[in-house]
């Protein structure tokens, strides 16, 4: 694991190359754990390659815990639960398959939900939602026999240029704007255009885990940046895009997930600053911006963009309507073209009924003044969590916003034995090294205050300061 | 061009490594058009490699018209069209982008649409559909505020299930159902589970022209198998397999796109045989099975399937919901299991709301009325069509099914000039070489007669005619 994160890679060495393609055989199970790879002879002849560069790329596999030495000459595979082989026992059907560690964890069947970063549905105006809807066939009666242009509905776009002028000075175009169905494709539709194998990527830590299994699929080398509740580090952040030339820092500044700290607005402008001159995009996932408690949050990073090194993605799906998945992507030209144009191989657009009747409902004076019972609904969850917490001894920093507590537990327990256990007892919780590229914080836990209500926080919670003790 | 297309690829060799590096970087503009590459000499020290190798990677770009050879020694970037660069004047948010041919036809506003294979919103029944969607909101009255799973609506895919087992004898279980938005996320799922760069993939020639770009994007070497108005060439097919262990076959058998052809069942079957021994997947995708004008199409090839070999992928878009962008993949596990992984990472599950919908109006009895309306009005479309036609001298085999007709023009036009003219004139249509993995096809093109209504056919052709002539 430790190439993968580390490895200083702006030129693709030769070995390196060959490394890339004995792993990604390997994964795909052309050589099964403990069988006999090709001998390095046989390998330099087939690549057109030295032996010496097998040789190399053999080290390096054996290095990363790939393949073990046996019978003084031969490599064999190493059988390893970290490699994210997909085991086929048909191999017409073997493939490559990168894991998505979270979604593993939210497919635990749990009554005490603590995992899920989601909204109670209970939480939302579902009877009220409906009602737009129904207004949404009768303005637009043919809503489900069109399409929707790829690169989003004109007239959801040009409400969203208005609403991010208005409250973010954001100075937009509807052209400099896409509807992706949910942040996760956002993320996802970046990363596939802009990152190629062994570009540099700068990931917070911790982070939003998919995102780290996104950027990996894409073969990018991971570089983590530590989030303080203060920010970043941000002579660190300049030392290492001086030093690996980062393709692009995927960060969510604002509540940030896991761990709810906010980066301040003379660090946004610094960030700004050194993106700029480094030439390193910055993806801001932004998908927590209006749960707040106290104060607004400073104002995206995006504001103070003025040469078009931001990407922001602004995810609706979390707070505002689930089964929606709306989530918009605002960036300059020619980017945004190219990624309008990374979209067309992937769907045909976003649904237009889902992009209808969020404009409709997302623009009613009535959502603002749910959000605003939705913040305080939430802020009370949180308090309570953070009661029924307070007798434990364990950290954390109380957060201005967002679904997460991100804890520290006094010693780290056997995580495995805790999830285990916890599970047993039908809790769902999200181990901290999931949400860290290193796959360390063996200590850490994150529990989310969003999901339950106020009965079933305070008894999952006691349930699982149970199971701790 | 003709490296991509015919490459015979099992092993990748070092200099085509080196030259995919080098491409990739052409790509990405880090050496514009007509500027100079590195030397030989500093691109072996840089990427450890010999200088020999260097070399032949320059001879490649130079065969493939990447590059041209100035001063003696010197290779400078060749301004090429068809390079499917974006040039970016920013180096900062330099990227390569695939292009989607058919997306940008289709971004072409016309009065008379021929270009897009899209049904006439007009022919669904549009007040019913949102009668539909009303009866949703009173069954689910959260369904706007919850999550669908990412494999999708158990619901939908067991009633799915029962629809496939009792019309296609397709003996499923909901695990063996994906749920995805539309066809072309379904395509590209599949593309990013079993295609890496280099592997071989059989497509149909002519084909749907996003498959192609969608593969490409992937890295796929690209072989063209023939479609006839009998089926293929089943000894070309046993030929490619043997020869060059194709990853797997896109093929779409049932009133192919652009042609209109069938695959008979026979072929189907042997079809499946071939697959089997030579572990190749087939990759259906079906999506005008229902759009047929005399009898019912033959099974789809997952019905003759024991070996789990076929990826069977049906879009509902084209002529039930367009707006909904519902499909579904229909394969055998672990390739499933895999699938949805590949699915978690791209995005969080297709909308449920959407899915919910689809499920109340699809299993209605009143749609499956609406269908046989449907059949005859398109019938009656393609009739018109052809009848515009008869006195051209023009050539085509005239359908049993979907949305097209594939026309040989009498002699090769200038294509540029013809589709020029036409859009002056308001007249989109699709050339023929778009669909052409070899981008041949050169007097031919497809005219679609879903969209127009019969005065506009009529009116449309007469003027295309006119332009024609």
Known sequence: MKKTVHSNAPAEKLYEQVYDYLLERI????????????????????????RLTVFKAFQLLKL??????????????????????????????????????????????AEYQFSKALLDPNLLPNHYLSSYVKKVFDLYPKVLGTYSTIQGDLELREALCRYFTDE???????????????????????????VKPRDTVLIERPTYSPAIDVFRRQGADILPVEIHPY???????????????????????????????????????????????????????????DIYFGQKPPLPLFSYDTTGCVIYIRSFSKYIAPGLSIATVACRHPLMKSLVKTKSLSDNGTPLLNQKIFLHYFFSERLQQHLEKLRIALEIRKNIMEEELAETGWKWSSPAGGFNLWISLPEAPSMEKLLEKSIEQSISFVPGSICD???????????????????QLRDGLNRFIGIFR
Chains 1, 2 share one sequence.
């Open 27 to 50: 994964r795909r199970g052309e050589w099964a754990a403990h069988e006999k790879l090709p001998s390095i002879r046989e390998l330099a002849n087939q690549l057109d390659v030295h």
């Open 64 to 109: 990363n815990k790939k393949v073990f030495v046996k019978d003084k000459s031969g490599y064999y595979v190493l059988p390893d639960s970290l490699m994210l082989i997909d085991t086929q026992q048909n191999p017409i059907i073997s493939a490559c398959v990168y894991e998505n560690s979270l979604s593993e964890i939210h497919q635990v069947k």
């Open 168 to 194: 973010y000075y954001f100075h937009l175009d509807a052209d400099e704007l896409l509807i992706t169905a949910g942040s996760q494709e956002a993320i996802d539709l970046a990363a596939r255009l802009l």
């Open 231 to 289: 920010g970043y580090q941000l002579e660190q952040v300049e030392s290492l895009m001086k030093k690996y030339k980062p393709r692009l820092f995927y960060l969510n500044p604002t509540f940030h997930n896991p761990t709810g700290y906010t980066v301040p607005p003379e660090q946004r402008k610094k960030l700004i600053e050194l993106a700029s001159s480094y030439q390193c995009l910055l993806i801001e996932d932004d998908p927590y911006r």
């Open 437 to 455: 590229p290193l796959r360390e914080y063996h200590s850490w836990i994150r529990l989310c205050y969003s999901y339950l209500n106020e009965q």
